[in-house]
């Protein structure tokens, strides 16, 4: 019999169960669900990648063979992980290249040799930016664009505007929707160099009727989204069915503002609405249309008689498609049969506002959890699936009237955990009723604990995140007097910290660990951080977050051993010449650049970024953690982080080409590592890059894992501050932004 790698076998049988979930859709394992209720007619179809603010904060290391597990005594746990749709999701991104559509990993490292040698520095490329509408208009310094990727295709079959299925990125405005205001915009044609004509193109543009400051959630299928309704007066819940909406019509084009000969006016009287063509140029729009005669805000590049034209009868973020009127709006009842275009509203029913918990669905149970301002955690059920009504289940008071920030789950959702603002972290089940909180960390004011932990589920590890002044922090997580490793953890009287906890949690818990950082601050929250590849692969390796909020931001490293939280925090180098805050940290690993694999790390700086063309401003930033690896071949021009925080860089090999098999002993000059010379770059600093943006960024997003040569692997954010933005045709306000992935 021939023999199978056991890892092979497991991620095999991922694919294979993912493939069968494209085919039949998540909830294909039974026509009915828990309820008897019949949802085999309407199950989402799974044919591409969702990506959402939830897919950073509940994260999956590798869980290993199920051989182990069963060795371990773990193996229920390690089903209940791998049977999870963001595992499979998570598991499939980190090992696209296995999967027949996708480029081949680097598992043996040999084939780096002809990825160029000595290549020049990478650096960031600028694809698009585009209007989203007022100054104001921005995603939000703790939230994520949505992305959804209809297939893991290779880069050669890109999902473009024309397609029947194009590919999409999302951005909440947090601002007022109104006829010259959208809510929410999506965009398509999203790849430079891979898609023709305008890239990108307004894909839908809505005025919802309210403000959607908190990050939007994506159907498992991408057909549907949800996100909340923000209002002093209490906030609702929106479920919203999509529709594309480029239309086609022909027209004469000539170098001036006039297309004359126009099929139709219909759809193109609006002003501000996209208008696209090969001579039409990026960003331009109808300033109106009569009698034939179209007039656009930039004058055509050429003369062309008959050309096809199209636009967005959406209109763009100045110039929105009215949700609240004509029928779209719908009562929750005849949501499931409204033809898109088309949303319903369910109210919280609380009196409160939300404006941090963005709300998150549970694929598995077509569930959604969120919280609000008044310290009340909701479930909403039968929210995209089935014929059966969208509800509100249940409300789950707690203790004080603070905020509830973002809650997330475990594997499948066997609890829902959330912090209440600055006093403790919490679960419940889906039953609700009552809930457990760990020990009361007493910070009485400010902005200590404001974020969303982030969730292991394969460890089962809960990570807290404080920003406050350790003068007014107590309890569990106080840094003060701390200085010996314990269940207190190590510190150094100092104001930010990261707490560990165990799932499942008796009540009034403390942490496991606790490891303090820099100085606090009264007003700053601290961003969650992320976790380096090795770690997602092993569950062995390294935490980075950007800390420090009390003054010019610091990249802390926190070594993970085996999942647990180490009593070491290695301190790396100043962002900023000037005090300010960073967005939370994103990390992404990329094994088919040129002089690869690198593993990235992206953030935003707020204002005076050091790293290379931040230019003293706010900007977004790179920073290579991409760590040695023992007896592997290594080429020229490739580099790692090594232990004391500097970038080596390979300048010479020789023989084998190969590292040694145990860490050398780095050096700031030259390391000598068996068949491989290593030359000190400097700090961090000297592999980082940076490009300015107006305030800095939102929670960046990631899609593909792809050669980073064509715009095929790319970042999504919105800038926190207004400007010019390139591709809208030099119109200004908060910008959506798309990056590449840094590029020889």
Same mark, same amino acid.
């Given at each position: 019999?021939?023999?199978?790698?056991?890892?092979?076998?497991?991620?095999?049988?991922?694919?294979?169960?993912?493939?069968?979930?494209?085919?039949?859709?998540?909830?294909?394992?039974?026509?009915?669900?828990?309820?008897?209720?019949? +949802?085999?007619?309407?199950?989402?179809?799974?044919?591409?990648?969702?990506?959402?603010?939830?897919?950073?904060?509940?994260?999956?290391?590798?869980?290993?063979?199920?051989?182990?597990?069963?060795?371990?005594?773990?193996?229920?746990?390690?089903?209940?992980?791998?049977?999870?749709?963001? =595992?499979?999701?998570?598991?499939?991104?980190?090992?696209?290249? +296995?999967?027949?559509?996708?480029?081949?990993?680097?598992?043996?490292?040999?084939?780096?040799?002809? +990825?160029?040698?000595?290549?020049?520095?990478?650096?960031?490329?600028?694809?698009?930016?585009?209007?989203?509408?007022?100054?104001?208009?921005?995603?939000?310094?703790?939230?994520?664009?949505?992305?959804?990727?209809?297939?893991?295709?290779?880069?050669?079959?890109?999902?473009?505007?024309?397609?029947?299925?194009?590919?999409?990125?999302?951005?909440?405005?947090?601002?007022?929707?109104?006829?010259?205001?959208?809510?929410?915009?999506?965009?398509?044609?999203?790849?430079?160099?891979?898609?023709?004509?305008? #890239?990108?193109?307004?894909?839908?543009?809505?005025?919802?009727?309210?403000?959607?400051?908190?990050?939007?959630?994506?159907?498992?299928?991408?057909?549907?989204?949800?996100? $909340?309704?923000?209002?002093?007066?209490?906030?609702?819940?929106?479920?919203?069915?999509?529709?594309?909406?480029?239309?086609?019509?022909?027209?004469?084009?000539?170098?001036?503002?006039? #297309?004359?000969?126009?099929?139709?006016?219909?759809?193109?009287?609006?002003?501000?609405?996209?208008?696209?063509?090969?001579?039409?140029?990026?960003?331009?729009?109808?300033?109106?249309?009569?009698?034939?005669?179209?007039?656009?805000?930039?004058?055509?590049?050429?003369? @062309? /008689?008959?050309? /096809?034209?199209?636009?967005?009868?959406?209109?763009?973020?100045?110039?929105?498609?009215?949700?609240?009127?004509?029928?779209?709006?719908?009562?929750?009842?005849?949501?499931?049969?409204?033809?898109?275009?088309?949303?319903?509203?369910?109210?919280?029913?609380?009196?409160?506002?939300?404006?941090?918990?963005?709300?998150?669905?549970?694929?598995?149970?077509?569930?959604?959890?969120?919280?609000?301002?008044?310290?009340?955690?909701?479930?909403?059920?039968?929210?995209?699936?089935?014929? /059966?009504?969208?509800?509100?289940?249940?409300?789950?008071?707690?203790?004080?009237?603070?905020?509830?920030?973002?809650? $997330?789950?475990? @594997?499948?959702?066997?609890?829902?955990?959330?912090?209440?603002?600055?006093? =403790?972290?919490?679960?419940?089940?889906?039953?609700?009723?009552?809930?457990?909180?760990?020990?009361?960390?007493?910070?009485?004011?400010?902005?200590?604990?404001?974020?969303?932990?982030?969730?292991?589920?394969?460890?089962?590890?809960?990570?807290?995140?404080?920003?406050?002044?350790?003068?007014?922090?107590?309890?569990?997580?106080?840094?003060?007097?701390?200085?010996?490793?314990?269940?207190?953890?190590?510190?150094?009287?100092?104001?930010?910290?990261?707490?560990?906890?165990?799932?499942?949690?008796?009540?009034?818990?403390?942490?496991?660990?606790?490891?303090?950082?820099?100085?606090?601050?009264?007003?700053?929250?601290?961003?969650?951080?992320?976790?380096?590849?090795?770690?997602?692969?092993?569950?062995?390796?390294?935490?980075?977050?950007?800390?420090?909020?009390?003054?010019?931001?610091?990249?802390?490293?926190?070594?993970?051993?085996?999942?647990?939280?180490?009593?070491?925090?290695?301190?790396?180098?100043?962002?900023?010449?000037?005090? /300010?805050?960073?967005?939370?940290?994103?990390?992404?690993?990329?094994?088919?650049?040129?002089?690869?694999?690198?593993?990235?790390?992206?953030?935003?700086? +707020?204002?005076?970024?050091?790293?290379?063309?931040?230019?003293?401003?706010?900007?977004?930033?790179?920073?290579? #953690?991409?760590?040695?690896?023992?007896?592997?071949?290594?080429?020229?021009?490739?580099?790692?982080?090594?232990?004391?925080?500097?970038?080596?860089?390979?300048?010479? $090999?020789?023989?084998?080409?190969?590292?040694?098999?145990?860490?050398?002993?780095?050096?700031?000059?030259?390391?000598?590592?068996?068949?491989?010379?290593?030359?000190?770059?400097?700090?961090?600093?000297?592999?980082?890059?940076?490009?300015? =943006?107006?305030?800095?960024?939102?929670?960046?997003?990631?899609?593909?894992?792809?050669?980073?040569?064509?715009?095929?692997?790319?970042?999504?954010?919105?800038?926190?501050?207004?400007?010019?933005?390139?591709?809208?045709?030099?119109?200004?306000?908060?910008?959506?932004?798309?990056?590449?992935?840094?590029?020889?």
């Amino acid at each position: 019999m021939q023999n199978v790698n056991p890892s092979t076998s497991r991620f095999a049988t991922t694919l294979f169960t993912l493939a069968m979930l494209a085919a039949f859709g998540l909830h294909a394992r039974a026509q009915q669900d828990a309820k008897g209720q019949d +949802r085999s007619a309407t199950t989402q179809q799974p044919i591409g990648l969702p990506d959402d603010w939830s897919h950073h904060r509940v994260i999956f290391p590798d869980a290993g063979t199920e051989e182990d597990a069963i060795r371990n005594g773990t193996h229920e746990h390690w089903l209940q992980v791998t049977n999870d749709s963001r =595992y499979m999701i998570q598991q499939l991104k980190r090992n696209k290249a +296995r999967h027949p559509e996708w480029r081949a990993p680097i598992h043996d490292p040999s084939e780096w040799r002809d +990825r160029g040698k000595d290549a020049a520095k990478p650096a960031l490329q600028a694809d698009w930016s585009m209007s989203m509408g007022a100054t104001s208009a921005v995603v939000g310094g703790d939230n994520f664009p949505a992305k959804y990727s209809f297939s893991v295709a290779a880069p050669t079959s890109a999902n473009c505007a024309g397609g029947s299925a194009p590919d999409f990125v999302v951005y909440n405005t947090s601002t007022g929707g109104s006829t010259t205001q959208a809510s929410i915009v999506a965009y398509d044609n999203l790849y430079p160099g891979l898609c023709t004509g305008d #890239v990108p193109q307004v894909y839908w543009s809505y005025d919802t009727g309210g403000t959607i400051e908190t990050s939007p959630v994506l159907s498992l299928d991408g057909k549907q989204l949800a996100f $909340v309704h923000s209002s002093f007066f209490g906030a609702s819940l929106v479920l919203l069915k999509w529709a594309a909406t480029t239309v086609p019509f022909t027209g004469t084009t000539h170098s001036t503002t006039s #297309v004359t000969a126009v099929s139709s006016c219909t759809g193109l009287t609006t002003v501000g609405t996209p208008v696209y063509g090969p001579n039409i140029p990026a960003g331009d729009v109808s300033e109106g249309c009569t009698g034939g005669t179209l007039t656009l805000s930039i004058a055509a590049t050429s003369n @062309a /008689t008959g050309e /096809t034209l199209t636009y967005s009868s959406s209109g763009g973020p100045n110039a929105p498609f009215n949700l609240t009127t004509g029928g779209h709006t719908v009562t929750p009842a005849n949501y499931r049969n409204c033809t898109a275009p088309c949303m319903t509203t369910i109210s919280f029913g609380t009196g409160s506002d939300d404006t941090i918990s963005s709300p998150y669905y549970d694929y598995a149970n077509d569930v959604i959890y969120v919280g609000d301002a008044g310290g009340n955690l909701l479930k909403f059920s039968n929210v995209f699936l089935g014929n /059966t009504t969208p509800i509100l289940s249940w409300t789950l008071a707690n203790a004080g009237n603070q905020n509830i920030t973002s809650p $997330v789950c475990d @594997a499948n959702c066997a609890h829902i955990y959330w912090t209440n603002y600055n006093t =403790y972290l919490a679960y419940t089940t889906p039953a609700g009723g009552t809930f457990v909180q760990t020990a009361n960390t007493n910070y009485t004011s400010g902005n200590d604990i404001a974020e969303t932990p982030v969730l292991d589920g394969t460890n089962g590890k809960i990570y807290l995140f404080a920003g406050g002044d350790y003068i007014n922090r107590r309890g569990p997580l106080s840094c003060v007097g701390m200085g010996t490793v314990g269940t207190g953890g190590v510190g150094n009287t100092s104001g930010n910290a990261v707490g560990q906890y165990a799932t499942g949690f008796a009540a009034n818990a403390s942490p496991l660990m606790v490891d303090c950082f820099g100085t606090g601050s009264g007003t700053n929250p601290l961003y969650e951080g992320d976790f380096d590849n090795n770690f997602f692969t092993t569950g062995t390796g390294n935490l980075y977050e950007c800390g420090n909020t009390g003054g010019r931001p610091i990249l802390y490293q926190i070594p993970i051993t085996a999942g647990q939280m180490g009593a070491v925090v290695n301190t790396g180098p100043t962002l900023t010449s000037g005090t /300010t805050l960073c967005s939370p940290v994103t990390e992404v690993y990329n094994s088919a650049v040129t002089n690869g694999p690198y593993d990235w790390l992206y953030l935003g700086l +707020r204002a005076n970024g050091s790293p290379s063309g931040c230019g003293d401003a706010a900007c977004v930033v790179s920073l290579i #953690v991409t760590q040695w690896q023992p007896s592997t071949v290594y080429a020229v021009g490739q580099e790692i982080l090594d232990t004391n925080l500097n970038i080596q860089k390979v300048t010479a $090999v020789t023989g084998a080409d190969k590292s040694g098999a145990t860490h050398p002993t780095w050096t700031v000059t030259t390391t000598a590592d068996n068949n491989v010379t290593w030359t000190s770059q400097g700090t961090m600093l000297a592999g980082s890059i940076g490009l300015p =943006y107006s305030g800095g960024t939102s929670g960046i997003s990631i899609d593909n894992i792809t050669s980073t040569t064509n715009g095929a692997s790319n970042l999504y954010f919105s800038t926190l501050g207004s400007e010019t933005c390139v591709t809208s045709g030099g119109a200004a306000g908060g910008c959506a932004v798309q990056l590449t992935q840094q590029v020889p």
